[in-house]
Each structure stands twice: as C-alpha cells, then as structure tokens.
C-alpha cells in the first residue's frame, strides 16, 4: 500500500534562517506531488506542484521553492524564512494530476517562525 | 471561478445523533469531489472520494451523495460519537484545470 510520509512534524525556526521540509512517498511510482499551506483560521493554499523529477509548478509568487530530486521524494524550501511563512504545511500525492483516484496527504509540518 | 461552500462552520451535537454536513459549490463542471477530516494539528485523512459520474459512497457510518447538476454534496454521519469530532473538509476537482478547491470546513463537535 502507499503511504506518505513528512518531516519534521514541528518546527520552531529564526526569522532569515533556512528551511528545509521533506516529503517522500512509498509504494507508488512517479506519483504527482503537491504542497500545501494551511494559515490558522483559513483553507489550504496550493503552493507547488509537480509532475515528475526536476518540474516543478509555483502557483503562487513567494518566498519558498521546492525541488524534486527523487521520483518519490519533495523537498520545500527557503533560504531565508519570514514571519509570514508560519503556517502549517501539508505534503499529498496523488496518481494523476485529475486525481481520479483522490489525493493522499502526510501528517503535516507546523512551521513557526520567530 | 470554482467556489465551495461549507454549512454550518461549526456544529455541536450530543453523542448518538445522526447529521449532514453540507458542501456546495458554484461551477458544476467537476472532475470529482473529496471528503476530508482534520484532526487539530494534524493532517487530512480521506473520508470518500466521489467521481462525477456517482452518486454516492459509503464507508462505514458514513455516507457522502453527489448531485452534480445542483452543485451540492452532503456528508453523512450516522450514529454520531465523539471521536468523530474534527473538521471536515470537502474540495472539489475542476474538470478543466484539474485544481482542488477547497470549503473552509466545517468543524464538528460530538458531546459524550
């Protein structure tokens, strides 16, 4: 079965300090992978996305950017992390950019920015 | 533009009780439709994934319909308990663009 897993689950980090959130899949090959912020009190905001190894997809302009290195593994990032880019972030797959079979998610990553 | 609406945002209901969450959306032309729960602090468990074609899925107490031409999903919980208690969140995929769009939720509440 497939499973998604995401780390760290908590994280407390210096505003201009760097961030690095991984993601990786198992038991699926070339899945579609997404993530997600979620602002306290508001729905969930698609961040990137991406289709295969190296093709990524910015749907929003910001202070982050992620990479996909490994056909199952979704790295999110910034060099220099902002108070605004507290939030909770949530890493989900799914087998076709239609979703016809849904969208999985990982557990989460609460990032707070000091 | 796709917009999903969830009533009520917040409900509250003692243990036992049978409910529908309601999600709407504006654009019918939709790939498929997703219910979500959220625990506080954690991340989203699929409930029941719902194709345009369908018109409804079950797992267990639950009960999710699909009446794509009104633009309207209901959830149903039957048999209400208080683990049940999260917020559930439905998004909907456009058969276009094939984006989630996202509800804001509604946030249940079982009392024992």
């Known amino acids: 079965s497939q499973t998604i897993h995401q780390w760290p689950a908590t994280l407390v980090q210096p505003v201009g300090s760097p961030l690095s959130l991984e993601c990786t899949v198992e038991g699926t090959s070339n899945p579609n992978l997404y993530w997600y912020r979620q602002a306290a009190g508001r729905g969930l905001q698609l961040l990137f996305y991406?289709?295969?190894?190296?093709?990524i997809s910015s749907e929003v302009p910001q202070n982050l950017s992620a990479s996909r290195p490994q056909d199952r593994q979704f790295i999110l990032s910034s060099k220099k992390l902002l108070l605004s880019d507290s939030g909770f972030y949530l890493c989900a797959w799914s087998a076709d950019l239609a979703g016809r079979d849904g969208y999985t998610f990982g557990s989460g990553t609460r990032l707070t920015v000091v | 533009k796709q917009e999903v609406t969830q009533i009520p945002a917040a409900l509250s209901v003692p243990e036992g009780e049978n409910l529908v969450l309601n999600c709407s959306f504006t654009?019918?032309?939709?790939?498929?439709l997703q219910w979500f729960r959220q625990d506080p602090g954690k991340g989203l468990t699929s409930l029941l994934l719902?194709?345009?074609s369908q018109r409804e899925q079950t797992s267990g107490r639950l009960n999710a319909s699909l009446d794509k031409s009104s633009g309207r999903s209901t959830l149903y919980i039957a048999a209400s308990q208080p683990g049940d208690s999260a917020t559930y969140l439905c998004?909907?995929?456009?058969?276009?663009?094939?984006?989630?769009?996202w509800g804001a939720g509604t946030k249940l509440i079982i009392k024992p």
């Open positions: 719902i194709q345009s």
């Open positions: 654009d019918s032309a939709i790939y498929n």
């Open positions: 998004a909907v995929i456009g058969d276009s663009n094939y984006q989630l769009i």
């Open positions: 991406s289709v295969g190894i190296g093709q």
